[in-house]
């Protein structure tokens, strides 16, 4: 059994601005069940959503800040929460990295130092909690300082770093390490430095034992020049430490137990699915038809996640039998775009902004196919969630949707392995043969069964995962 600090800004259900969040309570959930004794730290915001007391358990300082470790359980499991409590730095409202205006706090770099800092007294037990971690796995940018910090330390635990999405990479100007009193030794090019900047990802990066991402594209993705925002030269230095693995699906999504859809169903009753389908029509004022292709989506409107592309192709698309339902926010210009298309073509088009959970379940449960044209992907969940559902996802090939969709070719419909639909290149007009590709399919009920019974077959259980990180784990001498 070993002792797992699991560093990570955001944990679900208690703050959630992404997949993150998701993976922050669903890896340390099942290492538990592998027998595995995990400790999940992330600062205590007031934006938390406690349904519970946390205790205080230790008090230290850190810096010139004095700081509270307060303990919890994160709801429905046995896995251990600790809460890094410093007002000063994490007692604003809202979301735990931007102000209401979208931008980023002025003061992250001292904000995330702090809570660096904090969860390396905790994992070398300097705080007397009796609790020295065998393992320290960090998330992220804001965490990145971790294994750079602890580099230094006497006898310190071993790290890994994983990378949910190199996009975001803690980049700060060069005041940034006197204000936070880094190390001189941590401020070379080889260390921290970055064109003159500091990044606290290359912390991660340079000194973690080993480096993951979410899956194994995503890992050769980011040693190109394309998407490895000028580190692509260090992860192929790190190849032989780097390794991708794929994110687990949380048991909360399974048509056979969900409670927020319409009607229960498996992969043996599939008829059962339509059922979801005319209630999501229902709900969202679409004229009830169950024999009409609805293609669902549930995004952050931004360009990451091909909306542009969508909307290059909502004109002829929205000439086609077929309804598409849409849920999100994000860049304003996209979701106004997609407001006027929804109000032209009230009959085949509803648009959600902002997030709802049922909404977005019935959504997997009640459409045909799921849309995730993005341009670059590390993992995604819901072309998983999808396959789950018997909702057949249309990708392009990237990141962590090519990993986990086999494309519907005539050699995969034969020996029962297509699950979804993918296509190559970032462009409107690929997107929208790939669509019509499915709805070509879609008139072959017989196909699109077998389609559907293939992809809910598929296993995306975390256990899997977790089993990866745990050889993981015991690989590092």
Not at 97 to 118: H, I, K, M, Q, T
Not at 362 to 379: H, K, N, Q, T
Not at 415 to 425: I, M, P, Q, S
Request: aromatic share 10%; with cysteine; charged share 20%.
């Amino acid at each position: 059994m070993k002792k797992i600090l699991f560093v990570t800004s955001e944990v679900h259900p208690l703050i959630k601005t992404g997949g993150l969040a998701d993976v922050s309570s669903s890896l340390p959930k099942a290492l538990v069940s592998l027998g595995q004794e995990v400790r999940v730290i992330v600062p205590n915001y007031r934006a938390l959503k406690l349904e519970q007391m946390p205790n205080i358990i230790a008090l230290f300082r850190v810096g010139h800040h004095t700081v509270q470790l307060l303990e919890m359980t994160l709801p429905n499991s046995d896995v251990v929460v600790w809460l890094v409590d410093c007002p000063e730095y994490f007692g604003m409202e809202g979301n735990p990295y931007v102000d209401s205006d979208g931008n980023s706090y002025p003061n992250n770099p001292e904000r995330f130092a702090l809570f660096c800092r904090a969860a390396i007294e905790v994992a070398m037990d300097r705080i007397n909690l009796n609790w020295k971690a065998d393992i320290v796995h960090c998330n992220d940018w804001q965490t990145g300082l971790v294994p750079a910090l602890l580099s230094m330390e006497y006898r310190c635990p071993p790290t890994v770093f994983t990378i949910h999405n190199l996009a975001y990479q803690g980049l700060f100007n060069g005041l940034t390490a006197a204000m936070v009193q880094l190390p001189s030794q941590l401020l070379s090019p080889d260390g921290l430095e970055f064109h003159g900047m500091i990044s606290f990802i290359k912390g991660g990066i340079v000194y973690a034992d080993k480096i993951t991402t979410v899956s194994p594209t995503y890992a050769q993705d980011i040693q190109t020049p394309e998407l490895g925002y000028g580190l692509e030269g260090l992860l192929v230095y790190r190849d032989e430490d780097l390794t991708g693995i794929i994110n687990g699906v949380d048991d909360d999504w399974n048509p056979e137990n969900d409670q927020l859809i319409t009607k229960n169903y498996n992969a043996s009753s599939l008829d059962d699915k339509v059922a979801n389908k005319t209630a999501l029509q229902a709900r969202l004022h679409l004229p009830v038809d169950e024999k009409v292709f609805v293609l669902g989506l549930i995004s952050r409107l931004v360009e990451q996640k091909g909306i542009d592309m969508l909307l290059d192709c909502l004109p002829e698309l929205l000439t086609l039998p077929i309804q598409i339902v849409l849920l999100g926010s994000g860049d304003k210009d996209f979701e106004q775009q997609l407001q006027q298309f929804a109000a032209a073509y009230p009959h085949k088009m509803a648009l959600t902004l902002g997030y709802n959970e049922t909404l977005a379940h019935l959504i997997e449960a009640g459409a045909d196919v799921f849309l995730m044209p993005s341009r670059f992907e590390p993992c995604g969940l819901n072309q998983m969630y999808s396959q789950s559902y018997g909702t057949l996802p249309i990708v392009r090939n990237t990141g962590g949707l090519a990993d986990t969709v086999v494309d519907t070719l005539p050699e995969t419909i034969e020996d029962c392995t297509a699950t979804g639909f993918v296509f190559n290149d970032a462009h409107a007009g690929t997107f929208l043969e790939a669509i019509k590709r499915a709805t070509l399919l879609y008139s072959f009920p017989d196909v699109w069964r077998q389609l559907q019974i293939n992809a809910m077959r598929r296993d995306f259980s975390w256990q899997n995962s977790a089993a990866q990180y745990l050889a993981l784990y015991e690989s590092i001498e």
